[in-house]
Nanobody
């Protein structure tokens, strides 16, 4: 079973940037799909970005042009670079992995964007 630990959340002003990192307990080159979800106050959890072992990526419309997902199999991490943050990006961000038909999420890291 994969264990995921997120880091890098915090408080930032609108227009600022944050980089989230997710460390996996197993070699990430064995994990087909990794990504990031978020859950804002009073909202459902939503997919923000994913990357596959084939290096393809997919983004939610809200993330396109502002967020970049990257995977470093040497460090067993997946990262999310978030630029031009907006107050509506405020949420708990969860790392995600799909490995051997099992879906796993980390415990989440809080991102708060002030206006």
């Amino acid at each position: 079973q994969v264990h995921l630990v997120e880091s890098g959340g915090g408080l930032v002003q609108a227009g600022g940037s944050l980089r989230l990192a997710c460390s996996a307990s197993i070699r990430t080159f064995t994990i087909h799909t990794m990504g990031w979800y978020r859950q804002g106050p009073g909202k459902q959890r939503e997919l923000i970005a994913v990357t596959t072992s084939g290096r393809s990526t997919n983004y939610a419309d809200s993330a396109k042009g502002r967020f970049t997902i990257s995977r470093d199999n040497g460090k067993n991490t997946v990262s999310l670079q978030m630029n031009n943050l907006k107050p509506e990006d405020t949420a708990v961000y969860f790392c995600y992995a799909r490995h051997a038909v099992v879906n796993t999420w980390g415990q989440g890291t809080q991102v708060t964007v002030s206006s």
